[in-house]
């Protein structure tokens, strides 16, 4: 299986901050990534698709990038409404797998 | 707009099978792909299968011999059935439609369940 790590596993920041969470995938998945937004009781929201594609309706503080096989998603302009688990996903190959999870809270 | 939505029995008694029901609306299942993941304590997420829009299946190896999805067209519904369930079972477990891409664009709310005698 592709093991997703996915760091940091929680992270603090202020108010209009620029946030970084990264997913390392152990090989070639290629820009078969997304991004997943969770709040505390609800579903996971897609946020970034194909690595780099912003959902419609996400924010354009929102932004994803790939460099080998590293992946990112950057926040900019943090606000209160980013709280929450972020996800990173690889669905290049079955059986898909995800990273263990980023947890955001602002300060 | 597409609705997905989980429903079945909170806990489960060790050893006996978990089955759920996802009911979607504002889409029909005879179309794309649909799965089943879950979510355990500590947030990490397993991807458990997915039938597609011909009735063919795929399951994680990890659960292959103790998982079946199958489904209801004239309801447009589909089902998890999770067998010889321990407490590692526990989870919270989404239904999710996946794009044309693969990724996951529609999801339930979820439903916890906890496996307890």
């Known amino acids: 299986d592709i093991q997703m790590t996915q760091s940091p596993s929680s992270m603090s920041a202020s108010l209009g901050d620029t946030v970084t969470i990264t997913c390392l995938a152990s090989q070639d998945i290629g820009n078969y990534l997304s991004w997943y937004q969770q709040k505390p009781g609800k579903s996971p929201k897609l946020m970034i698709y194909g690595a780099t594609n912003l959902e419609d309706g996400v924010p354009s503080r929102f932004s994803g990038s790939r460099s080998g096989s590293d992946y990112s998603l950057t926040i900019n302009s943090l606000g209160y409404d980013d709280e929450g688990i972020y996800h990173c996903h690889q669905y290049y190959e079955y059986p898909y797998t995800f990273g263990a999870g980023t947890k955001l809270e602002l300060k | ?117």
């Open chain 2, 1 to 117: 707009e597409v609705q997905l939505q989980e429903s079945g029995p909170g806990l489960v008694k060790p050893s006996q099978s978990l089955s759920l029901t996802c009911s979607v609306t504002g889409y029909s299942i005879t179309s794309n792909y649909w799965g089943w993941i879950r979510k355990f304590p500590g947030n990490k997420m397993e991807w458990m299968g997915y039938i597609s829009y011909s009735g063919s299946t795929s399951y994680n190896p990890s659960l292959k011999s103790r998982i079946s999805i199958t489904r209801d067209t004239s309801k447009n519904q589909f089902f998890l059935q999770l067998n010889s369930v321990t407490t590692e079972d526990t989870a919270t477990y989404y239904c999710a439609k996946k794009a044309g891409g693969d990724y996951f664009d529609y999801w339930g709310q979820g439903v916890m369940v906890t496996v307890s005698s």
